[in-house]
């Protein structure tokens, strides 16, 4: 099931004033996910807002965030501390580009998507980003993600680019994300759903 939840909240001023004071650091949203940080508005120059999730500990809360599609482009870093580990999924392919230097491959692996009706089967994409490790990732518009996070220590710092060119132009304040988060489940799982790594297999290099 599909649910549309637009995010913004804002309203234009026609004043243009930054909806962050620079050197500030606010909670702009709660998500499934995690407590969402504005780092930066998007200002004349630089047509991207960014943010910080803080992830919940998928295992400690015992529910996963579900599968969902973003209207805009993100670019995202995962970053993790020790004995905490990020379990990315999608329903498309995921690339995963080969380490340098002496960085290890990350792990992938597919399974089943949980929650089907009965009969259907989707396959699902997984890449899991190891503990102390960051990893960078574009998410193209309309392309399926889950993020859940293992262990207490997991953000991810993204930019967005495509959802802030309408702030700029109607100078708008006190704004949230502005892009439409489509969800593809109605409930969100147990943790068993998604908190396990399965039997990953390394991922060759390309």
């Given at each position: 099931m599909s649910t549309?939840?637009?995010a913004w909240s804002g309203r234009p001023t026609g004043g243009g004033e930054?909806?962050?004071?620079?050197g500030e650091l606010k909670r702009a949203q709660v998500f499934e996910e995690g407590d969402v940080f504005m780092l930066e508005p998007p200002f004349p120059g630089f047509f991207a807002d960014r943010y910080l999730m803080d992830f919940y500990d998928t295992a400690a809360r015992d529910i996963c965030s579900r599968m969902h599609l973003h209207t805009g482009l993100r670019f995202v870093r995962m970053m993790t501390g020790p004995d905490t580990t990020i379990r990315v999924s999608s329903l498309s392919p995921i690339t995963v580009r080969p380490p340098t230097g002496r960085f290890a491959p990350l792990?992938?692996?597919?399974?089943?998507?949980?929650?089907?009706?009965d009969g259907v089967r989707r396959e699902r994409h997984n890449v899991i980003v190891p503990p102390n490790a960051w990893v960078d990732m574009?998410?193209?518009?309309?392309?399926?993600?889950?993020?859940?996070?293992v262990g207490p220590n997991a953000v991810?710092?993204?930019?967005?680019?495509?959802?802030?060119?309408?702030?700029l132009r109607?100078?708008?304040s006190g704004y949230r994300m502005m892009a439409?988060?489509?969800?593809l489940a109605r409930d969100r799982g147990p943790a068993a759903t998604c908190?396990?790594?399965?039997?990953?297999?390394?991922?060759?290099?390309r």
């Open positions: 549309l939840c637009p930054r909806p962050t004071p620079a792990s992938c692996f597919a399974d089943d998507l949980p929650g089907t009706p574009q998410i193209p518009r309309g392309v399926s993600h889950q993020f859940n996070a991810i710092d993204s930019v967005h680019p495509e959802e802030s060119i309408e702030t109607e100078g708008m439409q988060t489509i969800f908190a396990d790594t399965g039997a990953p297999e390394t991922t060759p290099p």
